[in-house]
């Protein structure tokens, strides 16, 4: 069940713009560290690309595996970490219908709000080079991805860091996962919301019922107050981003989406810690 440390919508989204311009800031042209090593948290089922202006993509949720590096800043790129290939579906949908699996390594990963949600892209050429008309990523099981190595980083992640944050998730992601049901659930609501909302402005009440109806079909097991949150959430946001001068609504439910999964990794890197 999400932290009982509830925030109002409002406190959230600014808490998370004043975050953002920490995670951004720093001394202009200075080297930095490589931001921390991810995983992206399995999807349930598949997610399908959207695609617009050239490109075609969608967010995905994604958990920090290193507390001591300092978040990703956006657009950040980062790479599959290739033994973990396998934890990535990429398919395409040829016009007949006929499926085809995709090399996970034809997306591209790009930091999009800190550690908490990334972008897979491709552009939209792929589509017409293979003879496709739709493409969908599914997220089998935690899928660490790593910074793309920068020249001149005083702190690169070393063949250690990755084995040791690898061996972690080995070790203890399944657990974790198993254990968080509830908040994995309102993540992966909230993600399909999102992921279907137009980036500007807001919806219908009409229109957000039928989507979250359609998102919630899924996730069968969730219920009560946790169901009830994420209701407030999409509602107040949906009636926020009406008002002039609002954040669109996608902007407002991706803090919420964000707060949901801060539960999720600070119980992660409690799990990481010997008890006795």
Not at 57 to 67: G, R
Not at 106 to 115: I, M, Q, T, V, Y
Not at 117 to 126: E, I
Not at 130 to 157: F, I, N, S, Y
Request: aromatic share 8%.
């Amino acid at each position: 069940m999400p932290s009982k440390h509830r925030l109002n919508p409002i406190i959230a989204c600014l808490s998370y713009v004043f975050a953002a311009v920490l995670v951004a800031g720093g001394a202009p042209g200075s080297a930095s560290a490589a931001p921390q090593i991810v995983a992206a948290v399995p999807t349930g089922e598949e997610v399908e690309l959207t695609c617009a202006d050239g490109g075609c993509s969608a967010e995905f949720s994604t958990i920090c595996l290193q507390q001591s590096r300092t978040p990703p800043s956006r657009d950040t790129a980062y790479g599959l970490h290739g033994p973990e290939r396998a934890a990535i579906a990429f398919t395409g949908t040829r016009r007949d219908g006929s499926e085809v699996a995709l090399a996970p390594e034809l997306l591209r990963f790009d930091s999009f709000r800190g550690h908490s949600a990334f972008k897979f892209s491709v552009l939209s050429a792929l589509l017409k080079k293979r003879g496709l008309t739709r493409l969908t990523v599914k997220v089998e099981r935690l899928a660490m991805l790593l910074p793309v190595p920068e020249a001149g980083d005083p702190k690169p992640q070393t063949a250690a860091d990755v084995a040791l944050a690898l061996r972690e998730v080995k070790t203890t992601g399944g657990y974790w996962a198993a254990r968080n049901g509830e908040n994995m659930a309102m993540v992966r609501l909230t993600s399909r919301i999102i992921n279907r909302l137009p980036h500007k402005g807001s919806i219908s009440a009409a229109e957000s019922e039928a989507l979250w109806q359609q998102a919630l079909a899924p996730e069968k097991e969730l219920t009560g107050e946790p169901l009830a949150w994420n209701r407030r959430y999409v509602d107040y946001c949906r009636e926020n981003a009406l008002l002039p001068g609002s954040f669109p609504m996608r902007h407002c439910l991706g803090n919420a989406h964000d707060w949901f999964l801060k539960d999720l990794n600070t119980d992660y890197w409690k799990s990481l810690k010997p008890t006795s």
